[in-house]
């Protein structure tokens, strides 16, 4: 199984800062030009709600201070400026290959 | 707009098959490359993606599940259905069902406790 770490477990960021989310994986999750990762954030008694996907791509709806970025193995959520409704807990996921798996999440604090 | 609900038995006792139904609404499962996944969570816990089903009844498993799970979908009724035989209170968690292999829309989930 391909294992996600992500790192780090929580951070604290002042209103309107960054706060930079990594996943790394242990082997490559896509091509040169395709990351099959997915960014995920998740509030509590709510189910997890996409972000990005692969690597790089928006969802819709999504507020412009999320992107991602990456490629191969090492993969990053990137939340500026961020705002008091991004206290929550972040995910990454592959899906290149089966058992798609998570990683162990990143819990935000906004301070 | 797309929608998923997911239904099961809330409660079952050790030794068990629990029988989860994910109903949806927005989208069909005979398009080709549509898929539904399922994934559980246990309380404060990270998240464990457990079979997924595309529209050509091709199945995938999780290995470290694959002998206790049965994925199947009725696609006229816009459902897909889970089974897991054998639950123990390592089963315990909320179960969501999810569309796509990047979970673009998940259910609020329903929540198994396994208890005797």
């Known amino acids: 199984d391909i294992v996600l770490t992500q790192s780090p477990a929580s951070l604290a960021v002042s209103l309107g800062q960054r706060a930079t989310i990594s996943c790394r994986a242990s082997q490559s999750v896509g091509t040169s030009n395709y990351g099959y990762m997915h960014w995920y954030q998740q509030k509590p008694g709510q189910p997890p709600k996409l972000l990005i996907k692969?690597?790089?791509n928006l969802e819709s709806g999504v507020p412009a201070r999320f992107s991602g970025s990456g490629s191969g193995t090492d993969f990053t959520l990137n939340i500026h400026p961020v705002e008091e409704e991004d206290t929550a807990t972040y995910y990454c996921?592959?899906?290149?290959?089966?058992?798609?798996?998570f990683g162990g999440g990143t819990k935000l604090e906004i301070k | 707009q797309v929608t998923l609900k997911e239904s099961g038995p809330g409660i079952l006792q050790p030794s068990q098959t629990l029988s989860l139904t994910c109903s949806f609404s927005?989208?069909?499962?005979?398009?080709?490359?549509?898929?539904v996944s399922w994934i559980r969570q246990p309380s404060g816990k990270g998240l464990e993606w457990l079979a997924h089903?595309?529209?050509?009844?091709?199945?995938r498993y999780n290995p470290s599940l694959k002998s206790r799970l049965t994925i199947s979908k009725d696609t006229s009724s816009n459902q897909v259905f889970l089974k897991i035989t054998s639950v123990d209170t390592a089963d315990i968690a909320t179960y969501y069902c999810a569309r796509r292999e990047y979970f673009d829309y998940w259910g609020q989930g329903t929540t198994l406790t396994v208890s005797s």
């Open positions: 996921q592959h899906s290149w290959e089966i058992p798609y798996t």
């Open positions: 089903i595309y529209w050509d009844n091709d199945k």
């Open positions: 692969y690597a790089s």
């Open positions: 927005g989208f069909s499962l005979s398009t080709s490359g549509m898929g």
